[in-house]
């Protein structure tokens, strides 16, 4: 209920492409956010929706409960994957920037990592999963898929993130949806970055916590352009100057944006 309500408010405020003045900002509203091409290809997709159907169990753990777990891959392409709408956008983004490295934190069976990694074919993606089954079957996706610029590392984000080499251009955040652990994966990622870049938080409104962290996200020094799209936060990391926050309205119904 509490998030319907922040979803009104967040519909009142936000501006369309039309309220932005920032010609950078505009640009990437117009091109990425509120443009619908590049696709995501019908291989992914097909595979994804397929999965919904796949009644296999997948025996892993939940690093969060410390318990073992055996869910089915469709329960989890169901209710852990990404939406096809928002897929989508994180596909447009990636293939707009280009970027050399791209990190996600929180794999799960592999569909935002495929579509980030299709979208900037010679990025090198790699995807962080806690749980062993989930990663061993998102690493095979992306071997079926063709993906090979993807890989997945099975590990939690606190052991993967206090050895890698980081050098990150965008930077997806998608696990662990709690103020406390979302605030240290930030902290742990800025320093990582290729000197700019963006980290994407999804699920800012998920809870209270989630809420805080990414009011105190948008605070930070090093970051410079911030932009809500309720069910997502992209935040620009750069060198401290004058903060632009935008609160922008997606052009999707409700139905779409969610389920
Ligand atoms: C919402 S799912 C990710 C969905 C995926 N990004 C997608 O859209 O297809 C979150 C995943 O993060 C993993 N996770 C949560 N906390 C973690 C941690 N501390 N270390 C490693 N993995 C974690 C969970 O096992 C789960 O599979």
Same mark, same amino acid.
């Given at each position: 209920?509490?998030?319907? !309500?922040?979803?009104?408010?967040?519909?009142?405020?936000?501006?369309?492409?039309?309220?932005?003045?920032?010609?950078?900002?505009?640009?990437? !509203? /117009?091109?990425?956010?509120?443009?619908?091409?590049?696709?995501?290809?019908?291989?992914?997709?097909?595979?994804?929706?397929?999965?919904?159907?796949?009644?296999?169990?997948?025996?892993?753990?939940?690093?969060?409960?410390?318990?073992?777990?055996?869910?089915?891959?469709?329960?989890?392409?169901?209710?852990?994957?990404? $939406? /096809?709408?928002?897929?989508?956008?994180?596909?447009?983004?990636?293939?707009?920037?280009?970027?050399?490295?791209?990190?996600?934190?929180?794999?799960?069976?592999?569909?935002?990592?495929?579509?980030?990694?299709?979208?900037?074919?010679?990025?090198?993606? %790699?995807?962080?999963? #806690?749980?062993? #089954?989930?990663?061993?079957?998102?690493?095979?996706?992306?071997?079926?898929?063709?993906?090979?610029?993807?890989?997945?590392?099975? &590990?939690?984000?606190? &052991?993967?993130?206090?050895?890698?080499?980081? #050098?990150?251009?965008?930077?997806?955040?998608?696990?662990?949806?709690?103020?406390?652990?979302?605030?240290?994966?930030?902290?742990?990622?800025?320093?990582?970055?290729?000197?700019? #870049?963006? !980290?994407?938080?999804?699920? %800012?409104?998920?809870?209270?916590?989630?809420?805080?962290?990414?009011?105190?996200?948008?605070? /930070?020094?090093?970051?410079?352009?911030? $932009?809500?799209?309720?069910?997502?936060?992209?935040?620009?990391?750069?060198?401290?100057?004058?903060?632009?926050?935008?609160?922008?309205?997606?052009?999707?119904?409700? !139905?779409?944006?969610?389920?």
């Amino acid at each position: 209920m509490q998030t319907f !309500i922040d979803y009104l408010i967040h519909r009142i405020r936000s501006k369309t492409r039309h309220g932005v003045h920032s010609p950078s900002v505009y640009a990437l !509203i /117009d091109t990425c956010i509120y443009a619908d091409q590049p696709e995501v290809s019908k291989a992914i997709l097909d595979h994804y929706a397929a999965a919904k159907k796949d009644l296999r169990l997948i025996k892993g753990e939940d690093l969060g409960k410390d318990a073992h777990t055996e869910v089915s891959v469709a329960q989890y392409a169901r209710t852990a994957a990404i $939406i /096809d709408v928002q897929a989508a956008l994180l596909h447009r983004f990636v293939h707009r920037s280009q970027p050399k490295k791209v990190l996600e934190l929180g794999t799960n069976l592999g569909k935002s990592l495929a579509c980030m990694a299709s979208g900037a074919p010679s990025a090198e993606c %790699i995807g962080v999963e #806690g749980n062993h #089954g989930l990663a061993a079957y998102a690493q095979k996706a992306m071997s079926a898929l063709g993906l090979d610029n993807a890989r997945v590392v099975n &590990a939690s984000f606190e &052991a993967y993130l206090s050895s890698d080499q980081g #050098g990150y251009d965008v930077v997806f955040v998608d696990g662990d949806h709690r103020y406390e652990p979302t605030l240290r994966y930030f902290e742990l990622v800025k320093s990582k970055m290729n000197g700019g #870049g963006a !980290i994407i938080f999804h699920d %800012i409104y998920w809870s209270p916590g989630m809420k805080r962290a990414w009011a105190e996200i948008k605070k /930070d020094r090093n970051v410079t352009v911030t $932009i809500d799209l309720f069910f997502l936060g992209i935040a620009w990391m750069g060198k401290p100057q004058a903060k632009e926050d935008f609160s922008i309205r997606f052009p999707s119904s409700l !139905i779409r944006l969610f389920f």
